[in-house]
């Protein structure tokens, strides 16, 4: 069965600090992992994939097969990253799994 | 592009009735459509895929005779929750993928059902 785990609900960070959203998988298959955002009343939205291996609106995530995580990191926090984030598990081609998601505050 | 809009976006019901909620896929053809759950605070749970001119698959836990779902054309797949009970009240949130691209799914914005 998969799994993913985010064990942060909430993580508060100042502008300009960094900034690391946990994300930890279980998963017999070979893992294909997404990070998806949701900002304040809009709705949910593809910000990476660990395929890609690319940095969007300055985050990264690298996928550790020898940890089981896919954690999310932006050296820099800005306020208009608050949001909810959630780490997502590809399965059986086109299934995806949530983590219960970590709400990013962002302060001032 | 890639937008999907359902309708509609809150309805109240009363216990025992039927609600439809639909799901559209404004411009691009989706030929699997998801359908999931979200209760408070909580993550969304994938109940069904839904792929064009077929039968829905669910994901194990969920009634597939409490909630109909029929995928009917390239752009519109429809959730019927059927004689509604209060504890079937969530927000309910569909998503769409693209042909060859089914990793990237494009989310609706969501439906709030409460049923009394």
């Known amino acids: 069965a998969q799994r993913v785990t985010q064990p942060e609900k909430l993580l508060s960070v100042f502008k300009g600090a960094p900034v690391e959203l946990k994300c930890n998988y279980s998963y017999s298959g070979s893992p294909e992992l997404f990070w998806y955002v949701q900002y304040s009343r809009q709705r949910l939205q593809l910000l990476l994939r660990?395929?890609s291996r690319e940095s969007i609106k300055g985050f990264t995530a690298d996928l550790n097969k020898g940890e089981t995580s896919f954690h999310l990191k932006k050296p820099f926090a800005q306020e208009e990253d608050s949001a909810m984030y959630y780490c997502?598990?590809?399965?059986?081609?086109?299934?995806?799994?949530f983590g219960s998601g970590t709400k990013l505050n962002v302060k001032p | 592009g890639a937008v999907v809009s359902q309708h509609p976006s809150r309805v109240i019901c009363k216990s025992g009735t039927s609600v439809k909620i639909e799901c559209r896929s404004l411009d691009f053809q989706a030929t699997t459509m998801f359908w999931y759950r979200q209760f408070p605070k909580q993550s969304l749970m994938l109940m069904a895929t839904s792929n064009e001119g077929s039968k829905a698959t669910y994901e194990q836990g969920v009634e597939k005779d409490k909630f109909l779902i029929n995928h009917a054309s390239l752009t519109l797949s429809t959730l019927t929750v059927t004689s509604a009970h209060p504890e079937d009240s969530s927000f309910y949130i569909c998503s769409a993928s693209r042909p060859g691209r089914t990793y990237e799914q494009y989310f609706g914005p969501g439906t709030r059902l409460t049923v009394t």
């Open positions: 660990h395929i």
């Open positions: 997502a598990l590809l399965y059986n081609f086109n299934k995806f799994y």
